[in-house]
């Protein structure tokens, strides 16, 4: 199964519209998305995509009502941490909270606990791919690059346990 994972994207409709590019183009099965997508409108091309997706509600999703009636009954919005089934592996998906070294502690943190194979989070900003034990730890990075000035997704193909970081 291939995962187009996407974080921090910040409204930011132009790296939004190229993640779905790139993973309409790479055949993903599904869309994550890690929070912080921000105003409902920019969900419209997740939706637009045909792509099965995930919605976590993120630290700067203050609309996040208004969020959930854009789906349209669509997808699936999550309003915080939860654990879900990616081709059989179990994972936890959460977006942040708290500084970025708090975030990525909770991370490893989970990782360690032997409960996940992959452990997905957004929030710091920055790209983070790590073996925990026997859980991959998955950040993508900010697909808006507002803040490191690099705009990335991740692409996640769960049988082989192998992720590619791909700059938009």
């Given at each position: 199964?291939?995962?187009?994972?996407?974080?921090?994207?910040?409204?930011?409709?132009?790296?939004?519209?190229?993640?779905?590019?790139?993973?309409?183009?790479?055949?993903?099965?599904?869309?994550?998305?890690?929070?912080?997508?921000?105003?409902?409108?920019?969900?419209?091309?997740?939706?637009?995509?045909?792509?099965?997706?995930?919605?976590?509600?993120?630290?700067?999703?203050?609309?996040?009502?208004?969020?959930?009636?854009?789906?349209?009954?669509?997808?699936?919005?999550?309003?915080?941490?939860?654990?879900?089934?990616?081709?059989?592996?179990?994972?936890?998906?959460?977006?942040?909270?708290?500084?970025?070294?708090?975030?990525?502690?909770?991370?490893?943190?989970?990782?360690?606990?032997?409960?996940?194979?992959?452990?997905?989070?957004?929030?710091?900003?920055?790209?983070h791919v790590e073996e925990v034990?026997?859980?991959?730890?998955?950040?993508?990075?900010?697909?808006?690059?507002?803040?490191?000035?690099?705009?990335?997704?991740?692409?996640?193909?769960?049988?082989?346990?192998?992720?590619?970081?791909?700059?938009?």
């Amino acid at each position: 199964m291939l995962v187009g994972i996407i974080s921090d994207s910040h409204d930011d409709l132009e790296s939004i519209e190229r993640a779905v590019e790139i993973f309409q183009r790479m055949g993903v099965d599904e869309i994550i998305h890690l929070g912080d997508l921000i105003s409902p409108f920019s969900l419209k091309p997740i939706i637009n995509s045909g792509i099965p997706f995930r919605l976590l509600r993120g630290n700067n999703d203050a609309e996040a009502l208004t969020t959930i009636s854009a789906l349209e009954n669509e997808g699936a919005y999550y309003p915080g941490p939860v654990e879900v089934l990616l081709s059989e592996k179990k994972a936890l998906l959460f977006h942040g909270f708290g500084s970025k070294e708090l975030t990525k502690l909770s991370a490893i943190q989970l990782a360690k606990s032997r409960k996940f194979d992959f452990v997905l989070y957004g929030h710091t900003h920055e790209v983070h791919v790590e073996e925990v034990g026997d859980a991959l730890v998955i950040n993508p990075g900010e697909s808006c690059g507002k803040l490191t000035g690099r705009r990335t997704v991740a692409i996640l193909e769960t049988g082989e346990r192998s992720v590619k970081v791909l700059d938009l």
